[in-house]
């Protein structure tokens, strides 16, 4: 039981290059969610997929898109990679019957650096 | 929208000693609220969680919080603190009735002196 993985671990893109960042659990939880973290300001929600076929805007949307391919997969993809967009990404998935309330488990992390 | 207050940044305590962090939000009517542990290098873990009932919750390693309806404060405390502790800690409220969403305070960082 993995939980929840995260492809690649790093990453360092150029200005305006794409790339996905990947996301999987074995949970068989509904809702998987997106967030990056930066340096003094928590996490803050980028996407969310409530359940398999949905997907909803969190705080910070823009720039980014999301793929709930299947129950356990949620991809994260960067069309057009800035600057401002180098974090640390995190997936987590919660079981998704309490919405918010439910317990969130998170990957390990994906770091992108974007020069 | 919910907002919430982690109002130190950063604190450092010997082993052994007591611990105290704070947290605030505004959404007075907040049904339930967590603390979420990072360990450096590595992703969120669930310290605790509270739902309506008592007001006093038991978390994993020693941990415990209290919700204060009148304060809006959900304080975590520790009282002997290990340097295993040494990590970051994030309240997370929900961002609204109904929300599927969390709002993540900017965290309060601890260190532990051996």
């Known amino acids: 039981n993995a939980g929840v993985t995260q492809t690649p671990k790093f990453q360092v893109l150029k200005t305006g290059q794409s790339m996905t960042l990947q996301c999987a659990q074995d949970?068989?939880?509904?809702?998987m969610y997106w967030y990056r973290q930066d340096p003094g300001m928590g996490l803050r929600l980028i996407y969310y997929?409530?359940?398999?076929?949905?997907?909803d805007k969190g705080e910070v949307p823009n720039g980014y898109n999301v793929s709930r391919l299947n129950k356990r997969e949620f991809s994260l993809r960067l069309e057009s990679a800035a600057p401002s967009q180098t974090s640390v990404y995190f997936c987590?998935?919660?079981?998704?019957?309490?919405?918010?309330?439910?317990?969130?488990?998170f990957g390990p992390g994906t770091r992108l650096t974007v020069l | 929208a919910q907002s919430v207050t982690q109002p130190d940044i950063h604190i450092t305590v010997s082993e052994g000693a007591s611990l105290e962090l704070r947290c605030n939000y505004s959404?007075?009517?907040?049904?339930?609220l967590f603390w979420y542990v990072q360990s450096p290098g590595q992703g969120l873990q669930l310290l605790l969680k509270?739902?309506?009932?008592?007001?006093l919750v038991q978390g994993i390693k020693g941990f415990e919080a209290e919700f204060k309806r009148s304060q809006s404060s959900f304080n975590l405390r520790k009282p002997s603190v290990h340097w295993s502790d040494a990590a970051e800690y994030f309240c997370?409220?929900?961002?609204?009735?109904?929300?599927?969403?969390?709002?993540f305070g900017k965290g309060t960082k601890l260190s532990v002196i051996p």
């Open positions: 987590a998935s919660s079981e998704g019957e309490k919405g918010a309330a439910d317990t969130q488990y």
């Open positions: 949970m068989n939880h509904n809702s």
């Open positions: 997929s409530a359940s398999e076929g949905t997907t």
């Open positions: 959404y007075g009517a907040t049904p339930y």
């Open positions: 509270y739902f309506s009932g008592d007001t």
């Open positions: 997370a409220p929900p961002s609204g009735a109904g929300s599927y969403q969390l709002t």
